[in-house]
Nanobody, 120 residues
Framework: QVRLVESGGGLAQAGGSLRLSCAVS????????MGWYRQAPGKQRELVAV???????NYADSVKGRFTISRDNAKNTVYLQMSSLKPEDTAVYYC??????????????WGQGTQVTVSS
């Protein structure tokens, strides 16, 4: 069974920083893109950042220059370093992985979500 386990969410003040981590475990043979999405109350889930297996990254305009996504392929882990946080960054952050599992083949997998709250 494939699992994505997130950690690192919590409460931060505006201008502060938080670091999210997401570790993938299970019977997998490859991880392609890994990314972070977020969903604020009353809003649709949106892409925050994504990193490919080759290390290419893409960011939402709203977080460019403030957030950095990275991955450790040896640990099957993706990180999101969030700096200069704003109250509008408050949301549940979800880890996503496009990966291949031995039992189900290639597919999209999600973590359970971690709350990030930024106070003004």
């Amino acid at each position: 069974q494939v699992r994505l386990v997130e950690s690192g969410g919590g409460l931060a003040q505006a201008g502060g920083s938080l670091r999210l981590s997401c570790a993938v475990s299970g019977s997998i043979f490859s991880i392609y893109a890994m990314g972070w999405y977020r969903q604020a109350p009353g809003k649709q889930r949106e892409l925050v950042a994504v990193v490919t297996s080759g290390g290419s990254t893409n960011y939402a305009d709203s977080v460019k220059g403030r957030f950095t996504i990275s991955r450790d392929n040896a640990k099957n882990t993706v990180y999101l370093q969030m700096s200069s946080l704003k109250p509008e960054d408050t949301a549940v952050y979800y880890c996503n992985a496009d990966l291949g599992s031995w039992s189900r083949g290639r597919g999209d997998y999600w973590g359970q979500g971690t709350q990030v709250t930024v106070s003004s």
